[in-house]
């Protein structure tokens, strides 16, 4: 396989960046709408969680977008997500897929004006081969890799285990050897003066305050069109909605269905619904277990029985569920692969959902054993009562909508539930560590489904304290991984796809992940102050949450008299990149840096 870099934009970034006003007050912080100009940050309105800027760590979404626009791996995903250039032009295979080679054009550089060498590549992918506390965020990624050697300044090879199917070159960012190798990169915070390849890098960081980001002028595709890019912190979405409505941000996504509502007909306010990668799951604790094998939280040990595990999944109504909290703006769940990948999507031969019936878990649970007491709660087999949390963010509205029609349709199956609202910090710890009994959860998939399926084997459970590998659920299971290992494996693209749906399917039907259900996206920005948004897929994609940086590198200011009154309206044509300051401030209290793993719109 092989692909060429795409041919330099030669406009360049005029005027010089606008300071912006931070009030740490109410809701959010108070920035004067602005007239359209090149010197004005685009603003973005962001209320998830950062847990590092470190891209050997950071997995949560908020930390992994802003590093998008700052790391690029050695190959890129498009516009329509298919394989393109990032610090490699090109790149070919030998014939029995075991040697890849990657070429580096002698155009590429740093942002401090050093050049990107095959050395830089070679030191990120040994950095996560041989140190377990660097493999958080890809270490599922080189397992197959023997080795990585630079043949020269320009050429890396990478010669692996066994052929597989994913591109090695996509999806790690790399970094540059020269400033990493001076410090310990496991504790390397990389958030303030960083150096990066790609459009915009970070120049500081206040925890709770600020991120600033400047423009890349060695960026090889161009340098960017406008000032900045101002990640403006909401305590939730509601405030983010009233700070588009008055012109403190320019853009906003990961609205509810009611917040998109109301910003119907608003002035020069555009609403756009993209293609989603993400699903929303409930996830349930099998017993979790280290990466030794032992047992780790404090999860109910009734869940370890795969039958209450069916039931529950037999207890939620998805339909209910996408048609009351969605207003039906999604798409019903069925594995962890999104609609948007329709080559990966549904369940293998032989595999089926499990459907919505209270009838059919009654007498599942009566066969199995648990009886009803007086109370009508069930047993478990210690003859406790069956009573299970449910843990759920306090930032996402539709957590505990779910949770009330849970709580109901659990009762009527003869299980209590005690739901938990808690912080997005408090899910990510105790649930990477076991310790909770169902919570809500989800992840967004890239074009290749390699990564997802990754988290899954028995080599990603992490260490007993948390650290180690990212897995989804700390679970384990032979029969996955040889289907994991089969997929990952096969070279026919068609024979693939089946591998893939029965590696999914397999996951699905060990009922720890229960896919609710695929959101769309909801957007929504100033047509009064920012065009060009690059949406990817450019049919129907979305501006925010991509696999790449288009959204944002395509945005130019607008004229002053060219604003407009937008609802529902199609976003304009791709244009020349755009540059980055983003500041970041928090309102209604700092924000907590969160390990390893978070819930739904939180994670990558």
Known sequence: MITTSRPRFLRALTGV?????????????????????????????????????????????????????????????????????????????????ITWTFHIPKDRTWSDGKAITADDVVYTYTSIMKTSALQAANGGLVTNIADVKATDPQTVVMTL?????????????IVPKHIWDKQDPAKFAADKDVVGSGPFTITTYKTGQSVELKANPHFWRGKPQVSGVTYVAYKNSDAAVQGLKSGEVDIADGLTPAQYDSLKGAKNITRHAGIGRRYQALAINPGAIDIDGKPMGDGNPALKDPKLREAIFMAVDKKTLLDRVLQGLGDLGQTEVPKSYEKYFGFAE???????????????????????????????????????????????????????????????????????????????????????????????LGPDPDNQLAMNTCASRPNADGSGNTSENNWCSPEFDAAFKAQHAELDEGKRQELV???????????????????????????????????????????LNQNGYWGLYGAKPVSSDSASSDDDGGLPGWVIPVGAIVVLAAAGGAIVASRRRSTGEDRE
């Not at 285990?161 to 960012?173: D, L, T, V, Y």
């Not at 899910?427 to 959860?441: A, C, I, K, P, R």
């Not at 769309?520 to 990817?536: C, I, M, N, V, W």
Request: cysteine-free.
């Open 17 to 97: 960046a606008a300071a912006a006003l931070l009030t740490l007050a109410g809701l959010a912080v108070t920035t004067p709408a602005h007239a359209a100009d090149d010197s004005k940050p685009i603003k973005v309105a962001m209320f998830n969680d950062i847990d590092t800027f470190n891209p050997f760590t950071a997995v949560l979404l908020q930390s992994t977008g802003i590093n998008r626009y700052q790391y690029e791996a050695l190959v890129g995903y498009g516009r329509n997500s298919e394989p393109d250039a990032g610090i490699a032009d090109t790149w070919d295979t030998s014939d029995d897929g």
């Open 161 to 173: 285990k066994s052929a597989q199917a994913p591109n090695p070159g996509q999806e790690i960012p």
């Open 350 to 444: 032989g595999y089926e959902e499990v459907p919505f019936d209270l009838d059919g878990a009654n007498k599942l649970l009566d066969e199995a054993g648990y009886k009803k007491g007086a109370n009508g709660i069930r047993e478990d087999k210690d003859g406790k009562p069956l009573k299970l949390r449910l843990m759920g963010r306090n930032t996402e509205p539709a957590h505990a909508q779910m949770a009330d029609f849970l709580t109901s349709w659990f009762k009527d199956i003869g299980i209590a539930l005690d739901v938990s609202m808690v912080t997005p910090d408090k899910v990510n710890e105790d649930s990477t560590l076991g310790n909770y009994d169902l919570y809500f959860t989800g992840w967004s």
């Open 501 to 543: 749906k029965k590696a999914f399917s397999i996951l699905y039907d060990a009922y720890v992940s229960d896919p609710i259900w695929y959101i769309k996206p909801l957007e929504a920005y100033r047509s009064d102050h920012f065009t060009g948004f690059g949406l990817q897929p450019e049919k129907g994609g979305v501006i």
